[in-house]
């Protein structure tokens, strides 16, 4: 970005793997308080899902039970630095963000967290035991011996937990990207491929035992990311760009981007054609826009029209060296 520092690839790799490190070593660290008292947790949450007074709950597979306390520990350990953990990120990606995508990071770490806890506590708390209830009355209607597996209680409550947080963190980061601008119908499918290909390789490497219930949890999953994003992937683009598109003398398709600068006064002169950024040479949210729409669309050559200040393209090729910059193209046309 035009603020960036000159800074080699490995020193952020370097910075990247330290930080992650340190928080790998803290999530250890805080889980061992966890895995303690996990049995005091889960005593805790079996005693909320119990749907019957009488003694209905077995324990069929204690080593499955064993399994789920580390689980269950690690879960909360992560939750427990989640603050370090924004923080890090925030604090590692901030330099290589636009404007708008700091905006957007902002309220994603902000949002997230908040809605997580808001959501697990009426569905782990309120909601879960109701249904297990509801479940439990209909058993005894028609007079079943009623037994119930306690790690199949635990484990079905785990499982929602984590598809409620791989929804919220998908559901925010498209949410925030809408409403900072970032997304729209136009990089909408840029977006479903970065954030649903994650998400669905996250969520089936989580119940790669269940095959079958993987495909089924990880379509379930991007369909509620799909709804709740749905406003912001059907919005109308800010801006309407309009590549040309031309055959070279080897038959290559040459994409040019034409952006005039300060030429929209004069529509009459050919360049409504263009894409108009008044004032881009010192407006930094322009530039950023004009960066993402180049890292979208990749056009071949970019065009530029009536510039009186060429600062901004000559450092725009050091970002974009693909791209050939052409300025005052057609300056005679202008005047």
């Known amino acids: 970005m035009s603020s960036d520092s000159n800074t080699r690839l490995a020193t952020h790799t370097n910075e990247l793997f330290a930080r992650f490190g340190i928080l790998l070593f803290i999530w250890i660290i805080s889980s061992i308080p966890w895995l303690l008292k996990i049995d005091v947790v889960l005593e805790y949450f079996v005693s909320i899902f119990n749907p019957c007074s009488a003694d209905c709950l077995n324990l069929y597979q204690p080593e ?26 925030w604090t590692f990606s901030k330099p290589g963000l636009t404007n708008s995508e700091r905006k957007m990071v902002k309220i994603t770490l902000m949002m997230a967290p908040i809605l997580f806890l808001i959501v697990s506590y009426i569905t782990v708390i309120e909601v879960l035991p109701l249904f297990y209830q509801l479940g439990h009355n209909i058993h005894t209607e028609y007079g079943f011996v009623t037994k119930y597996d306690a790690i199949s209680l635990i484990y ?16 925010s980061i498209m949410i925030s990207s809408g409403l900072t601008g970032n997304l729209d119908s136009s ?9 649903y290909g994650f998400i669905a390789l996250v969520s089936l490497l989580s119940y ?3 095959t079958s219930n993987g495909v ?8 509620l990311i799909e709804f709740f994003s749905r406003p912001w992937t059907t919005k109308s683009p800010k801006y309407n760009v309009k590549i040309e598109k ?23 002169s050919g360049f409504d054609e263009h894409l108009v950024m008044k004032n881009i040479c010192q407006d930094k ?15 071949n050559n970019l065009a530029i029209h009536c510039c009186k200040n060429d600062k901004v393209w000559r450092g725009l090729e050091h970002i974009a060296p693909d791209v050939n910059i052409t300025l005052n193209q057609y300056q005679d046309l202008a005047e």
């Open 246 to 268: 031309v055959f070279s003398s080897q038959g290559d398709i040459i994409s040019t981007l034409n952006i005039s600068c300060n030429c929209e006064e004069d529509l009459s």
């Open 187 to 195: 990089n909408a499918n840029w977006w479903r491929i970065r954030v």
């Open 285 to 299: 949210n322009l530039q950023d826009d004009l960066l993402k729409l180049i890292i979208i669309h990749k056009p």
């Open 156 to 171: 079905f409550a785990t499982m929602i937990l984590w598809i409620q947080v791989l929804v919220i963190i998908s559901s």
């Open 216 to 223: 089924l949890i990880t379509i379930i999953t991007l369909g």
């Open 64 to 89: 499955k039970w064993s399994e789920l306390r580390w689980i269950i520990s690690g879960f909360l350990g992560f939750i427990t630095i989640t603050p370090l953990v924004n923080f890090q990120f």
């Open 208 to 210: 790669y035992e269940r």
